[in-house]
């Protein structure tokens, strides 16, 4: 997702209802009862999906660190809307219901930043200059990427995994 869309959606309320929407339509995007299991169980898998990235970092495995970052936020992002009765299976339509649901609430502008260049995952932008780094890492035969850039960028996924965690501690234990 280019920049400028990303600003577009999160200033324009009506474009994300509409959006929002045209993917319900399209059966991308659901409605349901919101299931506290189901939230744990993404949420798990965030986690679990971190801790592999911890350990894939320590033998030099980068393009599967920077694959796991994003799989890492993006279950968290699916915990996130299924508090509110979404669930999703499209990366837009999760970044929708995230910017409708808690933009300006309990997420700031940087962390609804920080979830859309994971979601988007044609055009990653993880924080660095190389638009590609994600395309590199999935499916190029490149394997050699700068252990700094995925060192940040797995610091960058915990602290959002553990910010969606925090937002969520009330719904799932009350």
Known sequence: MREYDLQKLINNPEIVDKKIKELMEKKLLFKQEVDK???????????????????????????????????????????LIQSKGYTSKNHLATLC??????????????????????????????????????????????????????ERLRMQATMFVNKIKDVLKEVIYR
């Open 37 to 79: 299991e189901e939230m744990m169980g993404y949420l798990l898998k965030a986690e679990h999906n971190l801790r592999f990235v911890l350990k894939i970092i320590k033998e030099n495995f980068f393009d599967w660190a920077l694959t796991g970052c994003y799989y890492s936020c993006y279950h968290a992002a699916l915990a």
């Open 97 to 150: 219901v995230i910017i409708k649901e808690f933009y300006k609430k309990e997420l700031t502008k940087e962390d609804v930043e920080i979830l859309s260049n994971f979601l988007d995952y044609e055009d990653v932008l993880f924080y660095v200059e190389t638009k590609h780094k994600r395309e590199d890492a999935t499916y190029s035969t490149k394997t050699h990427f700068d252990k700094n850039e995925v």
